[in-house]
């Protein structure tokens, strides 16, 4: 569990509480000056950068539509909506009219709500509709197996739901999965259609054990998931991270074992960020879904020509955007 602020939230409906409204910032930044910690992060990550950004990020808080916030690290639990906002724009320029979003480990639930209204907006400024499914035991964490579990840090018990509170709260668009992660993934799995494919996960069960188990949900025939599915790995930045123990653990044990399901850090994402600092950054991982659909070899238009300006050989020079081939599967195509 990362403990970043997480302020309560009404959501399905557009308020100024909802994802990137400025009274939920304010909340937020305001309950983050109780807790040291916090107040720590945000000074370490927003005042470290330059101030001519800061200035800006101001003016996008005040005046910014929903995807400008995201951009500009504006909205409450940042690590979300980055995922969700581009998983959905993933979907759409592939065509896709809906997708799922996962989040393992729900506990009190203030992650899913924040995920709720971020996903009202992502809806809202993306036209893909998004079904979110939240899994957890309700009990509270299971026992730990062994040191792998990172015991230091939590126990049996810990963090239990107020199930029928929390559904209450939720929208008709996100559903509770309650259980062991091992017991409730396969009849997921045979729910989950293709034509909401899963398109973004959120990883905070705290355990290896129970990571090892919650992955099994990528091993399904590959319609299933977006070709890239975004994932958000939770605990992974605390100083006693490592590959032995924890959801790193998870990972690696998974890429061992799937040769065509492979799970790795979303490659220069900070440099696309314009808040270079932040931590979340190092939390978004995709998982590669080797053998989907698109992944396959075809002709899909025509073939592209580099422009060489020392040849004489300008821009226009590639194919006209009107020369649309049918696409074929290279296996069709004669010598
Ligand atoms: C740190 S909490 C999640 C916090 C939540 N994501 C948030 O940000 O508000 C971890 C949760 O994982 C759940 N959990 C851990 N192992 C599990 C398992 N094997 N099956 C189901 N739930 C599990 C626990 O019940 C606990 O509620």
Known sequence: MNRTATPPQRHGKSNDRGAGGFKSLIYAFRRSLNERHKFAKIFRERLT?????????????????????????????????????????????????????????VASGTGLLNMCAIASEVMRTTGVMIEIYGFDAATGMPPPIDH?????????????????????????????????????????????????????????????????????LFKGPAELYAATVVLYLDDIVEE????????????????????????????????RRIFKNALWIDQIYLLHVLDHEE??????????????????????????????PVEVPVDGIRG
């Open 49 to 105: 950068e330059p101030l001519h950004l800061n200035v800006l990020a101001f003016f996008v808080l005040l005046f910014g539509k929903f995807h400008h916030k995201v951009e500009f690290d504006l909205v409450v639990r940042q690590q979300l909506a980055f995922s969700i906002l581009h998983a959905a724009r993933q979907a759409a320029t592939r065509g896709l009219r809906k997708i799922s979003v996962v989040e393992f480990g």
């Open 148 to 216: 792998r579990d990172h015991p230091e840090h939590w126990q049996q018990g810990d963090f239990p739901m107020d199930v029928d509170r929390l559904r209450n709260a939720l929208p008709a668009f996100a559903h509770l999965i309650i259980g062991d992660v091992k017991d409730t993934i396969p009849s997921f799995l045979s729910m989950l259609s293709r034509d909401a494919p899963l398109a973004f996960v959120s990883l905070d069960l705290d355990y290896y054990s129970s990571t090892k188990n919650a992955l099994e």
């Open 240 to 271: 006693s991270t490592n590959p032995w123990c924890g959801e790193l653990l998870a990972v690696r044990e998974f890429n061992d074992e799937n040769a065509m399901r492979k799970i790795s850090p979303f490659p220069a994402l900070r440099t």
């Open 295 to 324: 992944r396959k070899p075809r002709i899909r238009r025509l073939a592209n020509v580099l422009p060489n300006e020392y040849l004489g050989m300008r821009p226009e020079a590639r194919q006209r955007a009107d020369q649309r």
